[in-house]
């Protein structure tokens, strides 16, 4: 316990290198997030067909670039607090920028689950115009 103490003592004293853990964190919270919107979809995309599924992924591949986008602004955006905010001092510009981080978090997921949809349509309507086979 005393060494997780020191640990995050380290972090939040040293923040030339910290942001790495930030960012670590900032994937994982996203992925979570993604993941709780994800699971129901996939689960029952793979209990279909195989195909169908690759299918969907394949087209969710090509669409989700927007969301990582998202992604990649949030991290950008978390680093930058990281580094220029002074936490003891916490103003209504650290607020905002805190607002704008968890913005691009929820709009990068948003992005995702949309890119899953029209994926999805995408492969029914392939299926519609007989492109693919069971």
């Keep these: 316990m005393n060494e997780l103490n ?10 030339t290198w910290s942001w790495a853990v930030l960012g670590i964190l900032d994937l994982l919270l996203f992925l979570m997030i993604r993941g709780v919107y994800f699971h ?3 689960k029952r995309a793979k209990s279909l067909n195989s195909k169908w599924y690759q299918e969907i992924k394949k087209a969710y591949v ?5 969301g990582w986008l998202l992604f ?3 991290l950008l955006l978390t680093t930058f607090i990281w580094q220029t905010v002074d936490f003891k001092t916490f103003s209504l510009y650290e607020t905002g920028l805190a607002g704008l981080v968890i913005l691009t978090l929820l709009l990068a997921v948003m992005s995702h689950v949309a890119a899953l949809g029209t994926a999805a349509i995408h492969v029914l309507k392939q299926f519609e115009n007989n492109q693919m086979t069971l």
């Design 62 to 66: 090509k669409r989700s670039l927007g």
């Design 40 to 42: 129901p979809f996939i």
């Design 6 to 15: 020191n640990f995050c003592s380290t972090i939040l004293t040293q923040r």
């Design 72 to 74: 990649v602004v949030s």
